[in-house]
């Protein structure tokens, strides 16, 4: 078994594990379509997928974080996502984020 350092390991880093899962068969197939979200919820949904906090998301929309922080969990309730990892990789299949080469 060889253990492999998170903080030095491409693998391990986000950017890294997007680009393995995106790599992936498959991932050349049509953008997921996104319903029941709104035009405002899919811009914070861009901003997660962008790696973004609560607190930098309200920075560059011009709202309070505590705004966006709801705009986040309502994302997670209308989506089914778990949690904020899931709403990044929802983000990429819908194309709202391009894969890092």
Known sequence: MTLRNSSTDPGHTAGGMIGQFSSQPGAGRRPRELTGITDREREVLRLVG????????????????????????????????????????????????????
């Open 50 to 101: 962008l790696g973004m906090s609560n607190a930098e998301i309200a920075a560059a929309l011009y709202i309070t974080a505590g705004t966006a922080k709801t705009h986040v969990a309502r994302l997670l309730a209308k989506l089914g996502a778990r949690d904020r990892v899931q709403l990044v990789i929802t983000a990429y299949e819908a194309g709202l984020v391009a894969t890092p080469h």
